[in-house]
């Protein structure tokens, strides 16, 4: 059975001392829940002193973003030797958001996850289409470009390895999420490209998460879809409620 995995991406949330009080909320209220990986990924300015509250807790540490060098003239980046101070063994890689506002290509992704790779990090690449790709037909052209070109010379071993997010854009942050059919067919085309990349056991393997405007009320059914193994939350992370609930939709589907 493949690995069930529930990231929170906080994104440019929280003052440092409401970081540290969910981050303590969070860890009681997955307590006890062990077959389902939760990771929190909090703004960089809070991750030494988040990273602190969760150690020795069953929640893991990640990252929004890591430069592909590990010091130089980089401005405003961070880089992976930092990341590793701060005890951060995930981070997110190529979110809709950096590729839309930061003009993120898909070689910069790609730049960005073997470095990652590389100092031990594990990355959650995001993929996804937007509204005008998906109703123009285009939705699968785009993803199998996205996955190619971000995968591109990255060797995958499945279980422990790189972690994909499908998130279609046109549902981040706007209340309007895949159905389950939806979600599953997505999941189903990325498998299989991924056998056709690298094989059948590795794609097996690999963990698939859905992102796009995942809440308490539509977990349970996105989670029981044979080939969706988690997720990438975005505001429903902010609520120890609503993630907690996500959480416990992951584990009674695993």
Known sequence: MRERIIAGNWKMNTTLQEGVELAHSIIQAVKGIDDVTVVICPPATHLSAVGEVIKGSS?????????????????????????????????????????????????????????????????????????????????YTVIEAQLKGSLDEVQLTGRGSVVIAYEPVWAIGTGRN??????????????????????????????????????????????????VDGGLIGGASLSVDKFSTIVRAASSTS
Not at 107 to 122: C, D, F, P, Q
Not at 196 to 210: C, L, P, S, W
Not at 211 to 217: A, F, I, L, P, Y
Request: aromatic share 8%.
């Open 59 to 139: 929640v893991g540490l990640g990252a929004q973003n890591v430069h592909w060098e590990e010091k130089g003239a980089f401005t405003g980046e961070i880089s992976p030797l930092m990341l590793e101070e701060f005890g951060c063994r995930w981070v997110i890689i190529g979110h809709s958001e950096r590729r839309f506002w930061f003009g993120e290509t898909d070689k910069i992704v790609n730049h960005r996850l073997r470095r990652a790779l590389k100092s031990g990090i594990r990355p959650i690449v995001c993929i996804g289409e937007t509204l005008e790709e998906m109703e123009s037909g285009r939705a």
């Open 178 to 227: 895949a159905t389950p059919g939806e979600a599953q067919e997505a999941h189903s085309f990325i498998r299989k490209m991924l056998t056709m990349m690298y094989d059948k056991e590795t794609a097996e393997n690999t963990v698939i998460q859905y992102g796009g405007s995942v809440n308490e009320k539509n977990a349970a059914e996105l989670m029981a879809c044979e080939d």
